[in-house]
């Protein structure tokens, strides 16, 4: 993520699950670095609501490089912790997130 301008929104599709959680907050930091002022991060993302309720979708866990779908209420304070204004929608699937 070596960009020398600032865009007003990056928008991810289904990357989480293939990123180690150790490895997102790097991930959300170098996106916040590449947003203008006010810029959104825009993610969908299928999650689990709970630990007791895992996602139904388990075939995607054949997939060599499916790490895991984030859990909702650590994957928004995450998020949280990068952003100051985090919103989510569609049961958390949709989550924007704003500098």
């Known amino acids: ?26 991930l959300f930091e170098a996106i916040r670095s590449l947003l203008v002022q006010n810029g959104a991060l825009v993610i969908y993302q299928i999650v689990h609501l709970e630990k007791t309720k895992p996602s139904p979708i388990w075939v995607m866990h ?10 909702l209420a650590e994957y928004v304070r995450s998020v949280k912790t990068y952003f100051t204004t985090v919103a989510t929608y569609l049961k958390g699937n949709v989550l924007i ?3």
């Not at 993520?1 to 790097?26: A, G, Q, T």
């Not at 054949?62 to 859990?71: A, C, E, G, N, T």
């Open 1 to 26: 993520l070596n960009f020398k301008e600032k865009f007003n929104f990056v928008f991810m599709s289904l990357v989480l699950n293939h990123i180690s959680v150790s490895e997102r907050p790097k």
């Open 62 to 71: 054949l997939i060599p490089s499916h790490v895991d779908y984030p859990y």
């Open 97 to 99: 997130a704003r500098n």
